[in-house]
């Protein structure tokens, strides 16, 4: 996995400032803007366009004012950001343009209706009837377009050029030609194609239904691209919305509704049937189903009872609880996962920061083009008319503002769609690694298996039943804290074998435990114990053994007396889902590895019953890391995937690492994504996530990239009318934004 620079925050940059940023327009602002803010002294900036934020590490908060002044220098609005608050800014620009673009249509379509009849039938003139047009053209050129002419003011004033640049120089020269033609009376000779054909002498002396129409488009793309921002925005913050804003917490033996600011751990709170759980606890008492889709994505209700850790933000179905507050605030798995998903924002896939290059120098480029267009037309006699609508034209089309959009719009939608399922992507660097895995490597324990022992049989003899092996070892196995101890007990009560009390008990480390029960010694542990008390081990139960052992269980002895009674297999059990998650893992084209430190036995089992497509076992921990570099001096790109606690450093060295975890396991800093769903599907369903995100991306720097190329050399020739060209540059918006909120629609297991 390359560490991408922002991962490495060093001891410097663990004081973190979010700022709401307004006025920005394009991709360029966002650049000029991160500029500014990272020659503030000791701090990395990163702004974001699609999420208007800007996100600083190593500034205090008490210094946010020194950050919101920069931002203010530079020409734009700042504010920190507040909870509760988000979106207004967003709700507010979105009211602006609908309002401006109203005006804008209402009076461009009467003035495009009456300026073409007019230009086209002569005869229809009357006297004054261009200053009608001007009059008409007023509010739109300047009211409706405002916007632009602010930004354009705003750069002018810091030496610099956006988008802005290029649409107010447009309509400014479309309505300052057409005032012009009106005050001389200037009169062209030749036609124009209006895109419906070739207009009489004199058609288009007058640009006023150009400027106007320009105007409408181009706040019709803002409006409609404002719009989609918000709508893939709410899909980003839906994490956040979970969270109920008050809490009924039981104090003095009745219920008192508190804002949820002022839980504490340790509080307990009750839960009625269909209210959201309001922060991560435990089960006090009564019993219920729980919701959890809308954070993990799993459709079926869990059941929990007395003792079962339930999620805040998970919705209570059927039934009453009363919970008590193991973590609150910023420390619970809902609000990890939000802040998550936030943070992945404020990292720049590689692809972006190309772009953002890109954009800085493209504007005054489309600007020395223009006025190479103008100068060219004019030299080769085109006549002042055709000039002019060449240079125009190429001003109008050539806004980068989709360039700008391709990555941030769709990296928004796919993380926080990612974060409804279960799938927490960390930054864009895990998608760019995504496209090219080509090897999968499993860790078995607490991944595919459930990192507990239960047990599979137990085998007694004709002198002593199965039940009774079983309840003189969970007598002797209740006073223990080993794992094989508890899946003993935990057997024996599920199928309520009665347990004595033991006494005498001694662990003998690596062997098993002796006990006394009922005045009988009774031993439970490996051959190797019952040979080191003198106990004979029968042939047959050796052959067991070792029959369980290339199954890959693990098989405890129980003696009774002088007498080997019976043998206890057990063994890590398989979660559902593996099996079902390695095949669609193998339908995607990869290559899948399991990796344990477990025996070659055990996990040649555990493989065959998932179906992976090799084994590589008897791993230690720390040479987990060897294993993935080794994989990848072979030519493969790996994924692994791991429970997050001895698999760090192979997370770390992988491709793309991603985490299986629960709890506050969710901020692992080791994996590129993280696993909050159960059901293995998760694994197959974030790199079919994070794939389909990266193709979005691509797709929208092609579209976007080849409509610039396209476009400009068009519009320079004099083929796009600037009508044309002012539709095409919008639409082009509209279509990377809408491209991207279709992630919204992606459903799991596809």
Not at 345 to 373: C, E, G, H, N, Y
Not at 496 to 519: K, L, N, S
Not at 713 to 725: H, K, R, S
């Amino acid at each position: 996995m390359t560490t991408s620079p922002e991962a490495e925050v060093t001891s410097g940059l663990d004081q973190r400032v979010e700022l709401d940023v307004s006025g920005m327009t394009c991709a360029a602002c966002a650049s000029r803007i991160e500029k500014k803010l990272n020659k503030m002294p000791g701090v990395r900036a990163t702004v974001n366009y699609a999420t208007e934020r800007a996100v600083i590490l190593g500034l205090s908060p008490d210094r946010a004012p020194d950050a919101v002044d920069v931002v203010e220098k530079a020409g734009y609005g700042a504010a920190p950001v507040v909870e509760g608050e988000e979106g207004q800014g967003y709700a507010d620009r979105v009211k602006m343009l609908r309002n401006r673009l109203i005006v804008a249509a209402l009076l461009t379509v009467p003035l495009g209706d009456v300026a073409i009849v007019l230009a086209l039938a002569p005869q229809m003139r009357f006297p004054g009837w261009q200053w009608v047009l001007l009059v008409t053209a007023l509010p739109v050129v300047f009211w409706s377009a405002w916007p632009f002419h602010k930004a354009a003011w705003r750069n002018l004033r810091h030496g610099t050029t956006s988008m802005d640049t290029l649409v107010s120089l447009g309509i400014l020269a479309a309505f300052t030609w057409s005032l012009v033609a009106t005050i001389i009376g200037a009169e062209d000779t030749t036609g124009y194609w209006l895109g419906y054909g070739i207009a009489p002498a004199g058609a288009d002396t007058l640009y006023l239904e150009v400027a106007a129409a320009v105007t409408t488009f181009l706040l019709g793309g803002r409006y409609m691209e404002a719009r989609s921002k918000r709508s893939a925005r709410s899909v980003l913050s839906a994490l956040g919305r979970l969270a109920p804003s008050t809490v009924r917490v039981i104090r003095d033996g009745a219920e008192v509704v508190i804002p949820i600011g002022e839980l504490k751990v340790g509080d307990r709170f009750g839960v009625r049937p269909g209210e959201r759980i309001a922060t991560d606890g435990t089960v006090e008492m009564g019993s219920s189903a729980i919701d959890t889709s809308m954070m993990t994505g799993e459709p079926v209700p869990r059941e929990v009872t007395e003792g079962d850790a339930v999620l805040g933000g998970t919705i209570n179905t059927n039934g009453a609880l009363i919970v008590r507050a193991d973590r609150v605030g910023a420390h619970t798995q809902l609000a990890q996962m939000a802040a998550t998903a936030e943070q992945a924002q404020a990292r720049k896939a590689s692809v972006q920061t190309m772009v953002d290059k890109v954009v800085s120098w493209f504007v005054p480029i489309v600007l020395a083009i223009s006025a190479i267009t103008l100068v060219a037309w004019l030299l080769a006699g085109g006549g002042p008319r055709a000039a002019f609508s060449a240079a125009l034209s190429v001003l109008i089309i050539a806004c980068p503002c989709a360039l700008g959009l391709a990555t941030p719009t769709a990296l928004m939608v796919g993380v926080g769609r990612g974060g409804q399922l279960g799938i927490l992507i960390k930054g864009p660097d895990a998608l760019e690694a995504s496209g090219i895995i080509d090897t999968v490597v499993l860790d078995k324990t607490g991944t595919l298996t459930s990192g507990e022992m239960s047990v599979e049989a137990v085998h007694g003899s004709d002198a002593h039943p199965a039940d009774a092996v079983l309840s003189a070892a969970a007598s002797v196995e209740e006073q223990s804290e080993h794992p094989l101890a508890r899946a003993v007990t935990d057997h024996a009560a599920a199928r309520e074998v009665p347990v004595a009390r033991a006494t005498d008990v001694r662990a003998i480390p690596g062997r098993g435990i002796v006990g006394t029960v009922a005045g009988r010694r009774v031993l439970v542990g490996t051959p190797e114990l019952m040979a080191d008390q003198g106990l004979a081990v029968p042939t047959a139960l050796s052959d067991a053994v070792a029959t369980a052992a290339a199954g890959g269980r693990t098989t405890v002895l129980v003696a009774l007396g002088d007498e080997v009674a019976g043998r206890i297999e057990v063994a890590d059990t398989v979660k559902d889902s593996a099996a079902e998650a390695v095949a669609r893992l193998k339908e995607m084209g990869l290559r899948t590895v399991l990796l344990t430190g477990d025996r070659r036995a055990a996990g040649e089992a555990i493989g065959a019953a998932v179906g992976v497509d090799e084994v590589i076992a008897e791993v230690l921990p720390t040479d987990k890391s060897a294993v993935i570099e080794r994989l990848q001096a072979e030519g493969r790109r790996v994924a692994m995937v791991g429970d997050g606690i001895n698999d760090a450093a192979a997370l770390a060295s992988a491709n793309l690492g991603l985490a299986v975890v629960s709890g506050t396991d969710v901020a692992m800093k080791s994996a590129d994504i993280i696993l909050v769903r159960r059901n293995l599907g998760v694994i197959p369903d974030a790199i079919a996530l994070a794939r389909r995100t990266l193709r979005t991306i691509k797709g929208n720097l092609v579209w976007a990239f080849g409509y610039n190329i396209a476009a400009i050399p068009l519009a320079a020739l004099g083929l796009l009318n600037p009508l044309i060209a002012g539709f095409a540059m919008s639409l082009s918006s509209v279509f990377v934004v809408t491209n991207s909120t279709r992630l919204r629609r992606f459903k799991p297991g596809r």
